[in-house]
């Protein structure tokens, strides 16, 4: 039986740096719809929920990802971890998708290869980060089991409890990790496509307007990755 693979995506409204980013309309769509959208056009994945807090501040954020065909589930503001868990125990994960919010740009043809090396060499992690892959930052998810997440709920401390996966990059630990093997033409740009803050939004508009004129989910890697080089020589 084929496991079930279920992609979370982190994300809350109250970002200090750049309140409500996830609610930002590019061109057709709210920030946080693009990454659906794009989360949805890939058959590996069984399910797409939206992870946020109990907090009154994320209802528009909960109801808008609702209306782009994600499940919600809202917990802790400070338990990333705790809330990941539980998020996927609730919807019967065997392999979890880590798409954070803030990264709309993430590519299902790199997840795609992070679900089948994962698979393939029997790992806990297989991750998109750049200092892993040389993929531009924003790009890559990380791929993780089910027994990998409960494992990390039970053992990350304190410090690290704000991101599902960053205790594994700080800790020595049994977790077995390995970057996403990508075509060198897929690492052709350094730059970061991720949106922390409004500087960074307005660049996203930017290489977006510079994609074909179709929807989110049609956008390929080596498009985007051509528009961000196009970008970065305007």
């Known amino acids: ?21 996830h609610l930002e309309q590019v061109g057709k769509y709210p ?18 929920v939206v992870a946020t807090t109990n907090r009154k501040c994320d209802d ?9 065909g994600a499940k919600v589930f809202r917990g802790s503001l400070k338990d990333v971890i705790g809330r ?29 290869l992070s679900i089948k090396q994962l698979l393939l060499n029997k790992l806990d992690i297989v991750t998109g ?30 410090e690290f409890r704000e991101d599902t996966t960053s205790y594994v990059y700080n800790y020595e630990t049994p977790i077995k990790v390995e970057g996403v093997r990508v075509p060198n033409s897929w690492t052709q740009s350094t730059q970061s496509i991720t949106v922390d803050t409004s500087s960074d939004m307005l660049k996203l508009k930017k290489i977006i307007s510079m994609l074909p004129n179709t929807k989110p989910q049609f956008w390929k890697i080596l498009e985007i990755i051509g528009a961000m080089n196009r970008y970065e020589k305007v």
């Open 84 to 112: 990941f868990t539980k998020a996927s125990k609730k919807y019967k994960a065997d392999i979890c998708i880590k798409a954070n919010g803030d990264n709309p740009m993430q590519c299902p043809e790199v997840i795609e």
């Open 1 to 21: 039986m084929r496991p079930k693979v279920v992609c979370i995506i982190p994300a809350r409204s109250d970002s200090r740096r750049f309140p409500k980013k």
């Open 129 to 158: 980060k750049n200092k892993f892959t040389n993929l531009p930052i924003g790009i890559g998810a990380e791929v993780i089991t089910f027994e990998t997440v409960k494992w990390l709920d039970e053992n990350t401390i304190d």
């Open 31 to 48: 920030l946080i719809g693009i990454l659906i959208t794009r989360m949805k056009s890939l058959e590996l994945i069984d399910e797409i």
């Open 60 to 68: 528009e954020l909960s109801r808008i990802s609702e209306s782009f």
